[in-house]
């Protein structure tokens, strides 16, 4: 059985992650799920290398930090997290929701919605091949931090800050790294820049431009080879055992279309006093709110957090006052310092 949980969160964009810290500081426990396999929603998939100037008490912030001290911030509350899962099924019954993935199925009084634009998913290359590698986890589309390179040949395919990452980690101890792209412009993380530039330069990381991947073929048990097509220059092949293509990622509605719910140009109408959707105890933040006045910014999804999270309070514990919304009165914030009582079960199912 699973500990309890108050608020389910689909969702871990900046207005995802900044629920579970809302919904702590009343006290209520978050799972949250993301499709993405990592933190940070649009900031993570579309822009991590980029400053954003206009998240209040940051003259700039990198994207990626924002993501890491979001989650410090929230580490107290003791959130679950579930990423790489996109959540498929929404069902109410008995005053619950039930929230399904691939994995499993949760339950809880109280959903949010953070959706954004949608779920991400990695984009795929077109190469022959590609599904047999795939199914042998022989193409990945996430560089492991913790992945052992050693002794291994990597392909990785792409411009993103992602692929950089993954072409750094992995020359420390891979037998060889290939990196392939169109044109001699990358996504850089400031920390990157300069591994990148001298792992370059000392040929540990080599990087085939202007390229793609096209072909990928070797034994029925073991990628051995890639082929890579030129544009105006002569076709190669290349030797690897294990390709990464990070060519980003994009975003779909998906099964969010068929949850019922009041969705206009890809948002749900809500009542922006509670965050909450024409359903019950379910309520909806960040990019995919829809009112009046409605700005699709970082600052306003946090708001709307901090809306839905004074609202949800009195689903989770009925006929109980809200507590004292100062977090600089409450001290060192945890959940048991916050937690007026114990709330009723929710079981993964
Ligand atoms: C290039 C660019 C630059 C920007 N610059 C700024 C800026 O400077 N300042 C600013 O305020 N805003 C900026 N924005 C806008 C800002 O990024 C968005 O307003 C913000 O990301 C919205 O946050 P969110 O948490 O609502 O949604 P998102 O960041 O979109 O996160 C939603 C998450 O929900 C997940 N999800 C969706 N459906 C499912 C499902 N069915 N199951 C599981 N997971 C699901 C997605 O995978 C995603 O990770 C910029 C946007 C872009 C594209």
Request: with cysteine; hydrophobic share 45%; aromatic share 8%.
């Amino acid at each position: 059985m699973d500990k309890d949980t108050d608020v389910i969160i689909i969702g871990g964009g900046p207005a995802g992650l900044h629920m579970v810290f809302q919904a702590g500081l009343y006290g209520m426990r978050s799972l949250l799920i993301d499709a993405l396999p990592q933190p940070g929603g649009q900031l993570a998939a579309l822009y991590p290398d980029k400053l954003i100037y206009d998240v209040p008490g940051f003259p700039s912030v990198l994207a990626q930090e924002l993501i890491e001290r979001l989650l410090a911030q929230a580490e107290a509350f003791e959130p679950r997290y579930r990423w790489g899962e996109r959540v498929d099924t929404l069902n109410f019954a008995d005053g619950r929701w039930t929230v399904g993935t691939a994995q499993g199925q949760w339950r809880a009084p109280v959903v949010v919605l953070a959706a954004g634009i949608g779920a991400f998913a990695p984009k795929r290359p077109r190469a022959e091949g590609l599904e047999h590698y795939e199914r042998l986890d022989q193409v990945r589309y996430q560089a492991d931090a913790a992945a052992d390179w050693h002794g291994r040949r990597i392909l990785i395919q792409g411009g993103t800050a992602q692929a950089v990452a993954a072409a750094v980690a992995a020359a420390q101890t891979a037998a060889g790294v290939d990196l392939v792209h169109r044109k001699d412009e990358f996504e850089l993380l400031p920390h990157h820049a300069e591994p990148f530039r001298q792992l370059r330069q000392a040929g540990r990381i080599r990087c085939r431009i202007p390229y793609t991947v096209n072909a990928l073929g070797g034994t029925d048990a073991q990628l051995k080879w890639a082929k890579l097509k030129g544009y105006g220059t002569a076709d190669v092949t290349v030797e690897t055992d294990l390709f990464l293509p990070l060519l980003g990622f994009g975003a779909a509605l998906g099964p969010i279309k068929d949850w019922a719910l009041p969705l206009q140009a890809g948002a749900v109408a809500v009542d922006p006093a509670s965050m909450e959707s024409p359903q019950r105890q379910l309520y909806v933040i960040g990019d995919m709110a829809a009112y009046a006045g409605k700005a699709k910014l970082i600052v306003i999804g946090f708001s709307e957090a901090a809306i839905a999270a004074r609202h949800a309070f009195n689903y989770i514990y009925p006929g109980t006052r809200l507590p004292t919304a100062y977090s600089s009165n409450i001290g060192p914030l945890d959940l048991g310092r916050t937690r007026p009582r114990q709330a009723e079960d929710s079981t993964k199912i």
